[in-house]
């Protein structure tokens, strides 16, 4: 990888930046249907695909919805239908011994775990259970109390920055630098589950990387895994993309998630990708070396040519193998004399020439 230009970050034992392996995290969110055994088959799932990290979002129905809240919302399935959307997150949500089950259980599977936070009271659990660092989700980047709150527990911080301007992304880094945090990445992020192509707008990750000196990743919500694979190859040093173990459970997010399979085609292409990326400079690779004679050319004698002959453009051929004069100075050789004869297909040599 490249020269490390931006600051690193630490989360657990794994370093984010550009001079390291992108940090890959299996979003199940809310696809294990409010199942604590299905949650643990996320977790196991995710570490056999080779993700760095799981995340679960920790919430409380009351405490995100409005419980008067008219606005219904088409759940497939896991609430019968069209319920409201305090309805859904209540079946979606996971108790504090659920998460602390997950916690430990992802400690014992050798993988990371973290959550999304929505409030106060589950920044205050989970930074009880020691977990190495904090998710934003893209509708709170302007709940600048929260993020203010979050930060003062003095942990990493990943934002998602999904309907977002540039000044609110300011405003919600700018908010966790006051509390003194310079361990932050930057997602970028469409919302809209799953974006049309022409929505994602890749290029702001290069943005993104002008703008702020902290690492930047991407939240990815489209289908399938080319978008995730050219954001990596833009330098984007994390990755987050849903998870689940089958499109055609009930629930919100399980049709546009990948499968334990796919997950594992993401971290391979991934990795493919960061053995390909090479340092930079433009030069001959080890086996191009050994090409080098065989697949170039040089300048040859077309036909027999006498001693003293003044060599005419007629007289020589530029062809493989690369023994001879560099084809480049072909017309540096046509005008010269031969100091001795030589045959047809002989290559042309410097010592030959007067």
Excluded at 173 to 191: D, K, M, P, R, Y
């Amino acid at each position: 990888m490249s020269q490390d230009t931006q600051r690193s970050v630490t989360i657990g034992d794994e370093i984010i930046g550009d001079s390291y392996p992108a940090f890959i995290v299996a979003e199940a969110g809310v696809n294990h249907n409010g199942d604590i055994k299905l949650a643990k088959e996320l977790i196991v799932h995710a570490k056999d695909a080779g993700a760095n990290a799981i995340k679960f979002q920790a919430f409380s129905a009351e405490l995100l919805c409005d419980l008067e809240l008219t606005e219904t919302k088409k759940v497939e399935g896991i609430t019968g239908g069209t319920k409201s959307s305090y309805e859904m997150y209540k079946k979606l949500e996971l108790s504090n011994n659920q998460l602390a089950e997950l916690y430990q259980f992802s400690r014992k599977e050798g993988i990371i775990f973290f959550g999304s936070v929505f409030d106060e009271e589950h920044v205050d659990f989970l930074d009880s259970l020691d977990i190495v660092c904090f998710k934003i989700s893209s509708g709170d980047l302007t709940h600048l109390p929260l993020i203010r709150y979050t930060a003062q527990k003095r942990r990493p911080m990943i934002i998602s920055t999904g309907m977002a301007t540039m000044d609110e992304v300011r405003k919600a880094v700018h908010t966790i630098e006051g509390e003194g945090i310079h361990n932050i990445v930057i997602l970028h992020c469409t919302a809209d589950y799953p974006p049309r192509d022409e929505e994602i707008n890749l290029s702001v990750l290069l943005t993104l990387k002008r703008m702020f000196r902290y690492p930047i990743g991407f939240s990815d919500h489209s289908i399938g895994l080319e978008i995730a694979y050219a954001a990596r190859a833009l330098g984007a040093t994390m990755i987050e993309k849903h998870f689940t173990l089958d499109h055609n459970l009930d629930g919100p997010d399980h049709k546009m998630s990948l499968d334990p399979q796919e997950l594992k085609q993401l971290v391979f292409g991934i990795r493919r990708i960061e053995r390909a990326w090479g340092t930079g400079v433009k030069e001959p690779t080890h086996a191009e070396q050994n090409l080098i004679f065989s697949g170039r050319r040089a300048i040859k004698a077309a036909r027999d040519i006498q001693s003293g002959q003044t060599i005419t453009l007629p007289d020589v051929k530029i062809v493989k193998p690369a023994s001879g004069i560099q084809p480049e100075y072909l017309m540096d050789v046509v005008g010269k004399r031969v100091t001795k004869a030589v045959k047809r297909n002989d290559p042309i040599e410097w010592e030959l020439l007067k």
